[in-house]
């Protein structure tokens, strides 16, 4: 079913103790795979879409892909016993933010976290007072996504991750429904030359003090066996790390409740893809190409519903 506002999915999680994939999306395939994952694990799911993709959908005019993209995950949800929220990603602009609000988008972020902190308080408000008067709830961020290496300082530290204080103070004058902490997750393949280190201790603190659902972005796990597979059909995927399961397993319990995953969705489906090229060179028909890649984000979206606790929970 599609939901009216992504804050029903997420209070559900907080008030559960477990974790919601929010998987981003730019195309047919991706949309499939994660709702016939969500069908098969019972379980809620926020599907995203970044500003990129919702130009990517609108053949270059975002306003349009956003109808586009709202249109094509209505109809796959309205008819399935699970709950399925739409999600802008990183809206950093409020042009981006109102086209996700118009389309129909349960829920939008509106990024302001490269800006000072009041600057950053002042945006969100205004977001947020636009988006609840229609119904929508509202993501914001503090603090900077670049994965923390052991020889980061404490000063380093302070000045890049999330200030607990500050993410009380935030919330209580934005009135956001859900938080993005950085706590030392980055976007994309690379996020950690050694291991995952999460700064848990502060993740804790921001929970304590502000008590709504927070959100881990950076957070696919770059499975091995798929950067393997990609690799051993000509991609060249070396080096890539993400963030184990424990690890998420441990952020959720210390708060965590909307867990965003991108990458692994994308090698998966580009690793399967490149596989049946190669294994049938004579054919011709797109569908041969695409089915198996779908089930391949399928997979990978059905085996993080059980990680996160996701499961059953529909």
């Known amino acids: 079913m599609y939901v009216k506002s992504t804050k029903e999915i997420l209070d559900k999680a907080n008030t559960g103790y477990y974790g919601v994939g929010a998987f981003n999306v730019n195309n047919l395939e991706f949309?499939?795979?994660?709702?016939?994952?969500?069908?098969?694990?019972?379980?809620p799911v926020i599907i995203e879409t970044s500003e990129g993709a919702m130009a990517y959908a609108g053949g270059g005019d975002f306003k349009k892909g956003a109808k586009v993209l709202a249109d094509m995950v209505r109809r796959y949800a309205d008819d399935i016993p699970a709950p399925v929220a739409l999600h802008l990603d990183h809206g950093h602009d409020l042009d981006h933010v109102l086209?996700?609000?118009?389309a129909g988008y349960t829920s939008v972020m509106i990024d302001a976290s490269a800006k000072p902190f009041e600057?950053?308080?002042?945006?969100?408000?205004?977001v947020v007072k636009i988006a609840h008067a229609a119904g929508i709830?509202?993501?914001?961020?503090?603090?900077?996504?670049?994965?923390?290496?052991?020889?980061?300082?404490?000063a380093q530290r302070d000045a890049t991750l999330v200030d607990p204080d500050e993410a009380?103070?935030?919330?209580?004058?934005?009135?956001?429904?859900?938080l993005a902490p950085a706590i030392g997750t980055s976007h994309g393949a690379f996020k950690f030359k050694g291991e995952a280190k999460l700064d848990f201790d502060r993740l804790a603190r921001v929970k304590s003090l502000t008590k709504i659902p927070?959100?881990?972005?950076?957070?696919?796990?770059?499975?091995?066996?798929?950067?393997?597979?990609?690799?051993a059909y000509g991609a060249k995927?070396?080096?890539?790390?993400?963030?184990?399961?424990d690890v998420i397993k441990q952020a959720i319990k210390?708060?965590?409740?909307?867990?965003?995953?991108?990458?692994?969705?994308?090698?998966?489906?580009?690793?399967?893809?490149?596989?049946v090229l190669h294994d049938k060179p004579s054919e011709i028909d797109p569908r041969d190409f695409f089915k198996p890649a779908t089930d391949a984000v399928k997979n990978v979206v059905a085996q993080r519903m059980d990680v996160l606790g996701s499961s059953g929970k529909a």
């Open 99 to 102: 086209a996700a609000i118009r």
């Open 31 to 43: 949309i499939q795979g994660i709702i016939f994952a969500a069908i098969e694990k019972r379980s």
């Open 168 to 178: 009380k103070i935030f919330v209580d004058k934005t009135g956001v429904d859900f």
């Open 254 to 275: 210390y708060g965590i409740n909307k867990i965003n995953t991108d990458t692994d969705l994308r090698i998966a489906f580009l690793a399967e893809l490149r596989k």
């Open 119 to 126: 600057e950053n308080l002042q945006i969100t408000s205004e």
């Open 137 to 154: 709830s509202v993501e914001a961020e503090l603090g900077k996504l670049v994965g923390m290496e052991d020889n980061v300082s404490v």
């Open 237 to 245: 995927i070396e080096g890539a790390k993400g963030v184990p399961y």
């Open 214 to 231: 927070l959100v881990l972005h950076g957070a696919s796990s770059v499975l091995d066996t798929d950067v393997q597979k990609a690799n």
